[in-house]
């Protein structure tokens, strides 16, 4: 590889700048911002061919592998879907070789985008099969955005809907590769370009206590989640070994401050792990350590990885923990855990396709061997 750059690592800024040093017209740089993040169509360079005649000289020249530019578009590997049809997931593979998942979700009609933002994880949860990989690399924010439009490429295709949420969920701790996140965000809701409304953008963090102070600071506008997993310090840290260094007290007064800051509640992601952190007297400690802080508790029953020996509270107990939350004032969503047999936990397809390389495709059929109509490709 030469030091070439990623076109979509760029700002509209630096694009426009760019451009200007080579006498060309502002409004050229916003064409080109179009296709590369609206509809992607620069991939496909036939479809370039109608373009005014300085963009596309200026594309022939600085566009292309051995230019000054690359464009990012990782090649998918693996196309897998649940079989109630609502969760498709696709591995991909960037340009050194490395592999993420991204997955897509189909609630009511409406799409959701899980992207990943970190090739592995250095945050080691114990119950994540991302964690269990350990930490290769950081995404660049064009390999976050490829993934949005990827999944945007394919819904177009399948069923000529548009994406409408993006949650960073996917393998990787957001906060950890902190600038490159909040660029591809700001390009994912970028009104020149594939204008994800911010209200529509979730940011799942661990609990970086520094960078959700930081985010309220910069009163960033996309919401917050936090995965909280332990109602005190032993529990969570337990689980969760980098709560050992953002402790439980430093990690509430940083969600006061974002609410105070950013003016917005904050999801509480709860991963129920049966007769770990499912008690009645659990629900009591966690009702009483998110006292005075705007929250949404969402529950989720536990994927099984090979690395953990946990296993999923039962719905009952679920309900229940819910029901005492409720109770104590708070709202709450029990979320049964989407597409558990195309293993669409966090990292769980690629450690499985690491483990199987070779009988992989025919246990998890790849899409294109599927004769399945989905309601992926139903909704119209
Ligand atoms: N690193 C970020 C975002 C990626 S993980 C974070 O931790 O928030 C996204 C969510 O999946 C987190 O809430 C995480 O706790 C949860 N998760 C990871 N592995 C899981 C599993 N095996 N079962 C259930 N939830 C899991
Ligand atoms: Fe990393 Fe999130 Fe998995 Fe923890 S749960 S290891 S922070 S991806």
């Not at 952190?277 to 990885?305: C, F, K, M, Q, Y």
């Not at 790849?366 to 992926?376: E, F, I, R, S, V």
Request: proline share 4%; charged share 25%.
């Amino acid at each position: 590889m030469n030091n070439a750059q990623s076109l979509h690592d760029l700002s509209y800024e630096e694009l426009e700048q760019f451009m200007k040093v080579d006498g060309i017209k502002a409004v050229h740089a916003h064409s080109l911002w179009r296709l590369l993040h609206w509809d992607a169509s620069l991939l496909e360079r036939e479809s370039c061919q109608h373009l005014l005649g300085p963009l596309r000289r200026w594309i022939d020249e600085y566009v292309g592998e051995d230019k000054t530019f690359f464009l990012d578009h990782p090649e998918q590997v693996a196309d897998i879907r649940s079989s109630d049809g609502m969760t498709r997931k696709f591995l991909l593979k960037l340009r050194d070789g490395q592999t993420i998942e991204t997955v897509l979700m189909s609630y009511d009609g409406r799409f959701t985008a899980c992207v990943s933002t970190q090739v592995g994880c250095a945050m080691g949860c114990v119950f994540c099969a991302t964690g269990q990989m350990g930490f290769t690399r950081h995404l660049r924010p064009g390999e976050i955005i490829a993934q949005v439009l990827h999944v945007q490429r394919v819904l177009r295709r399948d069923c000529g809907k548009r994406l409408r949420n993006l949650v960073l969920m996917g393998m990787g701790e957001p906060l950890h590769n902190y600038d490159a996140v909040m660029r591809a965000m700001t390009v994912m809701s970028d009104v020149r370009g594939p204008s994800l409304s911010a209200q529509r953008i979730t940011i799942s963090t661990v609990g970086v206590a520094p960078a959700i102070r930081r985010m309220a600071e910069e009163k960033i506008p996309y919401n917050l989640a936090l995965s909280l997993h332990g109602a005190n310090q032993a529990q969570r840290s337990a689980l969760i070994p980098v709560g050992k260094k953002w402790q439980m007290e430093e990690l509430m007064e940083a969600c006061r401050i974002y609410n105070r800051e950013v003016g917005k509640g904050i999801f509480i992601e709860w991963t129920l792990i049966a007769g770990t952190n499912d008690s009645p007297e659990i629900a009591a400690e966690l009702a009483e350590l998110l006292r005075g802080i705007d929250v949404h508790i969402n529950l989720i029953p536990l994927n099984p990885t090979e690395g953990y020996a946990g296993t999923a509270t039962a719905t009952q107990a679920g309900l229940q923990f819910q029901k005492l939350l409720r109770n104590a004032g708070y709202p709450v969503t029990f979320r049964q855990r989407r597409g558990i047999d195309v293993a669409a936990g966090c990292g769980q397809l690629k450690s499985e396709r690491n483990k199987r390389a070779e009988s992989f495709d025919e246990k998890l059929q790849p899409t294109k061997a599927g004769p399945k109509q989905t309601q992926l490709d139903q909704v119209s």
